[in-house]
């Protein structure tokens, strides 16, 4: 799951709708908009997020975080090294081998590390 599907399906459980409801008032199939909270769909358009905002009255605030989650919500993430250093070759390679063994502390620490700058 990606963190802007988690959102997505938090804010509609919070607001009671299912998701065949849900995706009945985006003009989706609900295969499309599970898809979406699962991360097994690509980043969706600007104007999915518009509808979203609009279907879920969501305010200013709501919608930039879902913006922003949309951001780095990319299921699958392509890193090109080409042109960095060696260090940063093998730190993108060691991450994509092991990313899967590391628990969420972990992650919160180097979520924090990157965060920091």
Not at 55 to 82: G, H, K, M, Q, Y
Not at 90 to 117: G, K
Request: with cysteine; charged share 30%; aromatic share 2%.
């Amino acid at each position: 799951m990606t963190p802007l599907g988690a959102r997505l399906r938090a804010l509609r459980v919070d607001r009671d709708l299912t998701l065949a409801q849900m995706a009945a008032a985006l003009g989706v199939s609900a295969a499309y908009l599970s898809a979406v909270e699962h991360g097994k769909r690509a980043r969706p358009r600007s104007g999915f997020l518009e509808l979203v905002n609009a279907c879920l009255n969501l305010d200013w605030e709501e919608a930039e975080e879902l913006r922003r989650l949309a951001e780095i919500s990319s299921p699958r993430v392509l890193l090109d090294t080409a042109g960095l250093s060696p260090k940063a070759t093998e730190l993108a390679n060691r991450l994509a081998a092991r990313i899967r063994d590391l628990d969420d502390s972990r992650i919160d620490t180097l979520l924090a590390e990157l965060n920091d700058e």
